[in-house]
């Protein structure tokens, strides 16, 4: 049974201390002055119950017991809010438990802030690509074969290319190939820094947020899943979702 979220309805993740991944609907938890203004890493005690045939655990009681303090920016919490739906998702596409947990314990030394949301959550979108098995192969055109970039793939030089990304087959294509695409070397470019695990501190930011947009298109399409907090990013961003 699908909940329906309203706009100022947060989605919070809860790591208990059995280890146990819960998720629960919060009504008006985006709200300014009556939300659940809780950051990563809180502790909290909670009382919660568990209806049948309802994705989240319905909350009676919260209270902090150990709060922390962070500068996080409307934007950011959006993201934090995806990141953790997104895990929750590929969880139930059977990945492997053990990563996954991994990759929530790695999320927690993320700084969910205005500066670094963006890097942050296409690092995660990146490893869980990873975790999956899908990556996109962007060494090479798929249809012709030329490589992407002039060198080796420790020091590339990237070509003045377009290119389009082919989501059902994994991979891009040349303009030769397949006609003028959005992709040109900067974000080939962006593609092997998040595979070597380069710091993306000097990315433009627009070019963040179009290959978050590419790769969250991509994803939810390979594996048939809806990311119910996506709507709400892509309206900030000014993205066309659909």
Known sequence: ???????????????????????????????????????????????????????????????????????RGYRAMLALSLAMELISRMAQRGLAEGGLFDLLQQNLTFTWDREHWASNLITLIWRLLTLSGVQIRYQACLSCGQPSFIGSLEEPKFRKSAYRLIPTEGGIQCERCAGAGNWGAPMIKLLWLLDQGQNLAEVPEELLYSMIRDLLDYLPQHYQFTLNSLPLLARELGWQHH
């Open 1 to 71: 049974m699908k909940n329906l979220l309203g706009d100022a309805d947060l989605i919070a993740h809860f790591l208990n201390a059995q280890g146990e991944h819960l998720k629960g609907r919060i009504q008006g938890g985006k709200r300014i002055n009556r939300g659940f203004g809780y950051e990563v890493g809180d502790q909290l005690e909670i009382e919660y119950s568990i209806q049948e045939g309802q994705d989240f655990i319905k909350l009676s009681h919260h209270q902090g017991l150990r709060i922390q303090s962070s500068p």
